[in-house]
Nanobody, 119 residues
Framework: QVQLVESGGGLVQAGGSLRLACAASGSMFRLSFMGWYRQAPGKERELVAR???????NYAESVKGRFTISRDNAKNAVYLQMNSLRSEDTAVYYC?????????????WGQGTQVTVSS
């Protein structure tokens, strides 16, 4: 089993920055993709950014040029640097990972961290 723990959410003014972090723990696991999703009130969960274990990234159009995803494979950690935040970025942000526990594939989720952008 893999546990994902997020940190770094909070309240920030529009135009400000936040950095989210997520660390994976467990035993006998290997992660391929790691990423961030978000869910605003009344909306479906959506992909924000994703990164492979070789460093390939993809972003939602709405965050391109403002958010940067990075990863530390040695620490099994993924980060999301969020700049030029807008009120529409307000959401619960969830860390996500795909990988193997032993030989069993799985998709793992963190508990979520709230990001609130005030205008």
């Amino acid at each position: 089993q893999v546990q994902l723990v997020e940190s770094g959410g909070g309240l920030v003014q529009a135009g400000g920055s936040l950095r989210l972090a997520c660390a994976a723990s467990g035993s006998m696991f290997r992660l391929s993709f790691m990423g961030w999703y978000r869910q605003a009130p009344g909306k479906e969960r959506e992909l924000v950014a994703r990164i492979s274990n070789s460093g390939s990234t993809n972003y939602a159009e709405s965050v391109k040029g403002r958010f940067t995803i990075s990863r530390d494979n040695a620490k099994n950690a993924v980060y999301l640097q969020m700049n030029s935040l807008r009120s529409e970025d307000t959401a619960v942000y969830y860390c996500n990972a795909d990988g193997l526990t032993g030989l069993r594939p799985g998709t793992y989720w963190g508990q979520g961290t709230q990001v609130t952008v005030s205008s």
